[in-house]
């Protein structure tokens, strides 16, 4: 749990200092990124429908795993974004990726018995660059280092908030 719990919170953070230069996201839009920065995790989904029940009811060889690199990825971004209006789709696209891909940045980070990172550019590549070897997804500590970054994110976005408000009543 303190793997997907650091990537909400990351994407929280990222959306929130974006906020700081992009006036025009809000914090819908913040929720956007986090959304993004979970979405290469919804091949968990395989824990409620595994592949072998997949391929049954489908009748053709299936696997939940693409879903956790980069095609898979793109394939999430473009499929949630139409869920959206026409006019917010490029907004939604850019920001779903950029949660999408600080998740594959964190998961690229991660400790392997191998060396290697999963096959995170496929379909265009089955290269799997050199794992970072910084943290194991069952570790804590990572979770606790962003959740304590995203607090001070949050009383940093609260104060400007503040003062703009403030700003704008005396103005």
Do not use: N
Not at 13 to 35: D, Q
Not at 115 to 126: E, H, I, N, R, S
Not at 127 to 140: E, F, H, K, N, V
Not at 147 to 163: I, S, T
């Amino acid at each position: 749990m303190a793997d997907i719990l650091t990537h909400v919170l990351v994407g929280y953070i990222i959306g929130t200092l974006l906020s700081f230069r992009y006036e025009w996201i809000r914090p819908a839009h913040v929720t956007l990124v986090m959304i993004g920065a979970l979405s290469p995790d919804f091949v968990k989904i395989e824990l409620f429908v595994p592949d072998g029940l997949a391929t049954a009811l489908l009748g053709v060889p299936f696997s939940w795993s693409p879903l956790h690199t980069l095609g898979g990825t793109v394939l999430v971004i473009c499929l949630a974004s139409l869920l959206l209006a026409p006019e917010y789709r490029a907004q939604a696209l850019a920001l779903f990726a950029i949660g999408a891909f600080s998740h594959h940045a964190l998961d690229v980070l991660l400790m392997t018995p191998t060396g290697d990172a999963y096959a995170v550019f496929w379909p265009l590549t089955g290269y799997r660059p050199p794992a970072g070897g910084l943290y194991l997804s069952s570790d804590r500590w990572p979770a606790l280092a962003s959740g304590l970054v995203a607090v001070v994110v949050w009383a940093v976005a609260r104060r400007r908030r503040d003062d703009a408000s403030e700003t704008h009543a005396l103005g």
